[in-house]
């Protein structure tokens, strides 16, 4: 009896894990390029007390056995890389990926980090950055004095820009676009990033439109693939999980009330 108070305690710790992680889905709702988490879990080892196929007479076998099992823990957390819904801005510096890949970007210690989230701004060197300051890599460097609202970009991913004194706009950059053999092995790490790591793999470079990348959409935003109702329905169904698991230990309790009272 006093297993069942381990075991349903157990279970009360998982949903609320699972309520950390939908929480934090919800909160991302309107995040660019933000990708939802979903929590996984797994059952825990099991007690046997009698193995399946334990001879029972000389002749029959016992054909199942019994056990019992000891609750529930979270196996993982996965970020789900579904593609989110584009939105128009008809900002200039802002970019959406549709399809696979990621922007490559270099963080103030030296080291490449990716996002999905294309809302880039231009610093004070005309580079193309993004809103913490990081550098798109390649870089992407604008000229002076070009006109910031004719910046264009094709689905390939090459950048282009009028400047006053020129009739035909001229090439400034290519964006290049970068995927994982595990992109759920990525680290997320904030402000929009991720790292990868042994169980994402490398990455793999490649241009906008070729060789299984996304292309390049121009003045739009990725929108984060969190869905309100799926994460609603699925906060109810972790609260009621969450209220059987706590009856659970309650109704233990009981029982061990009454065994205790009882008189000979």
């Keep these: ?7 349903a305690a157990s279970g009360m710790n998982a949903q609320q894990f699972n309520i950390d992680t939908i929480s934090n889905n919800l909160s991302n ?6 990708k939802r988490n979903r929590a996984d879990f ?6 046997t007390i009698r193995m399946a196929g334990t001879p029972a007479t000389e002749v029959t076998l016992v054909p199942v056995g019994e ?3 000891h609750g529930t823990r979270v196996s993982s957390t996965q970020k789900i890389f579904q593609q989110g819904s584009p939105r128009e801005t008809g900002v200039p510096t802002d970019f959406a990926i549709e399809g696979d890949g990621f922007f490559r970007v270099l963080d103030f210690d030296g080291d490449y ?26 870089e992407i460097i604008m000229p ?18 009028a400047v006053p004194e020129l009739d035909d706009p001229i090439e400034v950059g290519q964006l290049e676009l970068y995927r994982f053999v595990n ?11 991720f790292r990868p790591g042994a169980a994402s793999g490398d990455a793999i470079a490649g241009l906008p439109g070729f060789d299984g990348m996304g292309r390049i959409l121009h003045r739009f935003i990725e929108n984060s693939n969190v869905s309100v109702v799926d994460e609603m ?11 059987m698991n706590s009856r659970a230990i309650q109704t233990s309790d009981d029982m061990l009330g009454i065994a205790n009272a009882l008189k000979r």
């Design 113 to 138: 980090s990716y996002t999905r989230d294309g809302s880039f701004k231009i610093d004070s060197n005309g580079q193309l950055v993004t809103a913490a300051g990081y550098r798109v890599v390649p």
């Design 144 to 161: 002076e004095g070009f006109i910031q609202d004719s910046v264009n970009v094709t689905q390939e991913g090459r950048v282009f820009v």
């Design 42 to 47: 797994q059952d825990l080892i099991y007690q």
């Design 183 to 193: 992109p759920a092995g990525l680290s997320a790490v904030g402000g929009n990033l």
């Design 29 to 34: 709702v309107n995040t660019f390029g933000f």
């Design 67 to 69: 056990q019992v099992g």
């Design 233 to 243: 329905v699925n906060m109810i169904v972790a609260q009621r999980a969450y209220e």
């Design 1 to 7: 009896m006093v297993r069942s108070l381990y075991t």
